[in-house]
């Protein structure tokens, strides 16, 4: 049971006269009311600007109350006026700061905004609701960086800009594909890109790429997608507009949140106001380094937890957001993720919560009560990557061995844990083994993926650690792997552009690498025209049978089972017994790793073939009548029995 403290957190709700972290500037075109939080300053002031390069000032005292908020009210019409808070500790002032919660920023969000929200919203904003989500089974995830995806592609004019995704050939991809949600890199405002250089920053020009993991303001979109880095409701309005657009098309929007650690620390608001209270720190007193970028936030400390939960409150109120993915979610405390989960609840429950549940480095927390992924039971409806079935179908992506989906038999029992979600299934042949893996306490805490940003792409994958096999068996390899994704328990996560056999020419940490090397082909649409058929159409069967996404851990218990077989290259998976559940009566996938077909009895009836030699429909490749079935090297064969 939550304490009534934490309670008061995670409901986005605060004591009576306490402002809450988000309240940092509240606009009305009579008076502006400032309040920032911070427990060291001796003295805190406000410095107001006509422009965002202006050098006179004018300054405001803030006065401390009771819980620690120094706040002040300004009379008259502030809009498009700019401000910096200052605080004084330890004998000397520290450098101008945006704020904590800077909603609006100049150009390289060094100085925030002053404006009126209401006024950054697109027509019929207020009219604009999430697309319908009967079901979080449904749910097919779509990562995407914003220029990956756009800045290749002859038919998007705002190419890079949060505006490609209001064009009709952005979107239409996604909806031919099938996707429910899609997730976007960082794009709140991070540090690693000048906004000056990106308004015409186009393929042929200076490099204008990075992945964003790097915050400086956690709530205000990066510039560098806007069409006028220079207007700061601009910003605003196109990322308004973006999420609009996307949600228009039935497609829910994800947004990739990087609260465990900032740029760099003196650099970044929560270092300028509060030093070092923002971060954990070593027993010497140097900052703690579990992100492996020189900090790690404090997720654990009362009000870094409350800036957290604010913010996505904030971004899922004012900016419609459905979902946040959490960087290197291990370094925050379960405490903290329970408290975001229960915030969002009041706002819409189906909106999405997961993360990566490890660390970069060994976080200055104790590990029982991180976000790793072995406590994800513990955090009921958040999700965790798995890198279980990750690893077991393509390899880790520490060394350059093969996986199971490449020849390697080595993971099959792991893939088979990750098929049912990692929930401890007990298979009574003992095929997932002793103790089978434990982790989600339900299967949609179960994030099913091979890969994404991180790392090598699948075909880069797959040809460095089967560099001699022919293109055409790599493509044989590349299908397998993501069927056994679309067929497992749990949440489906795909890598953008894999679907268009995607290679970052071997690069496996691309965060910095030009778009040369991150675009996604739109070219290979047409050359490699049967792998994108084969992702829709799996992506359909998934949709089409239930028994794929259970959705329960009891019903995954009662209606999968694995059957033994002799050799290690295949795995026979049943979902049985679905009457009154799925439009089949059973489903039974065969996955064969290896390089010689197999022929597998089966329960005699009467079957529609979903899937088999490389090929797939939602709609039958064929009806059969049969007590034997076949699976074709590196491939699945999928049967429904009607």
Request: proline share 5%; glycine share 8%; net charge negative.
């Amino acid at each position: 049971m939550l304490s009534v403290a934490l309670l008061a957190v995670g409901c986005c709700k605060q004591q009576s006269n306490q402002p809450k972290m988000e309240d940092e500037c509240l606009y009305s075109p009579s008076k502006t009311q400032f309040a920032f939080w911070s427990n060291v300053a001796e003295q805190m002031e406000l410095r107001l600007y006509a422009a965002p390069d202006a050098q006179d000032f004018q300054t405001v005292a803030l006065t401390k109350n009771e819980n620690d908020f120094w706040t002040a009210s300004v009379s008259g019409d502030l809009a498009g006026k700019y401000y910096t808070v200052r605080s004084f500790q330890n004998g000397e002032w520290a450098a101008e700061s945006p704020g904590i919660f800077a909603k609006a920023v100049s150009v390289n969000g060094q100085r925030a905004a002053i404006l009126d929200l209401n006024a950054t919203n697109p027509e019929d904003f207020d009219k604009d609701v999430r697309p319908a989500m009967p079901d979080p089974t449904d749910i097919v995830v779509y990562e995407t960086h914003l220029r990956d995806y756009t800045m290749a592609n002859p038919a998007i004019e705002n190419k890079g800009k949060f505006l490609a995704f209001t064009e009709q050939p952005a979107i239409d991809h996604l909806k031919e594909l099938g996707i429910t949600h899609l997730q976007i890199l960082p794009f709140f405002d991070f540090g690693s890109i000048d906004e000056t250089k990106t308004v015409n920053c186009q393929l042929s020009t200076i490099n204008c790429y990075n992945w964003g993991y790097d915050p400086v303001n956690y709530n205000v979109p990066e510039g560098g997608y806007s069409t006028n880095p220079y207007d700061p409701a601009c910003r605003i309005r196109e990322a308004k507009q973006m999420i609009q657009a996307l949600h228009k098309a039935g497609i829910r929007v994800i947004m990739d949140v990087v609260y465990n650690h900032t740029y760099d620390v003196m650099g970044c608001a929560l270092g300028r106001v509060v030093p070092k209270y923002f971060y954990r720190l070593n027993e010497d007193g140097t900052y703690a380094n579990g992100s492996g970028c020189g900090n790690e936030t404090a997720s654990d400390h009362e009000m870094y937890r409350r800036f957290m939960v604010e913010s996505v409150c904030y971004w899922a109120r004012e900016y419609h957001i459905d979902g946040f993915r959490f960087d290197l979610m291990g370094i925050h405390d379960q405490e903290t993720m329970n408290a975001i989960r229960a915030a969002l609840d009041e706002i819409d429950p189906t909106i999405l919560t997961y993360g990566e549940d490890w660390a970069a480095m060994a976080p200055a927390y104790p590990y029982e009560q991180l976000a790793m992924k072995q406590w994800t039971y513990k955090m009921p409806r958040v999700g965790a990557f798995s890198d279980d079935i990750r690893n077991a179908l393509i390899g880790s992506p520490f060394d350059h061995e093969r996986g199971f989906a490449s020849g390697n038999p080595a993971g099959k029992q792991a893939l088979m844990n990750g098929l049912v979600g990692c929930i401890g299934f007990e298979d009574p042949n003992g095929l997932l083994g002793q103790e089978p893996l434990l982790w989600a306490g339900e299967p949609m805490q179960h994030v099913s993926y091979i890969t994404c940003h991180d790392n090598y792409c699948l075909r880069d994958r797959i040809e460095v650690s089967a560099p001699e096999e022919t293109e055409a068996t790599k493509l044989r390899m590349n299908k397998l792997a993501q069927t056994a994704v679309l067929v497992s328990q749990g949440m489906s996560f795909l890598y953008g552009g894999e679907e268009l056999y995607r290679t970052k020419k071997g690069i496996d940490n691309s965060y910095q690498s030009p778009d040369s090397i991150n675009i996604i082909p739109w070219e290979n649409k047409e050359k490699y025209a049967d792998l994108f058929e084969y992702y829709q159409n799996m992506i359909a069967i998934r949709r089409a049978h239930k028994g794929f996404r259970l959705g329960s851990s009891e019903l995954v218990k009662e209606h999968a089972e694995f059957v033994p077989t002799e050799n290690e290259s295949l795995i026979v998976y049943r979902i049985n017994n679905l009457e009154g559940i799925d439009t089949a009566k059973s489903l039974i996938v065969l996955l064969n790793g290896g390089n010689q077909a197999q022929q597998i009895e089966i329960p005699k009836g009467k079957y529609i073939l979903l899937a088999f030699n490389g090929e797939a429909d939602v709609n039958g490749l064929s009806e059969l009548e049969e007590s034997q079935a076949i699976v074709a090297p590196y491939s699945a064969t999928i049967l429904a029995e009607k």
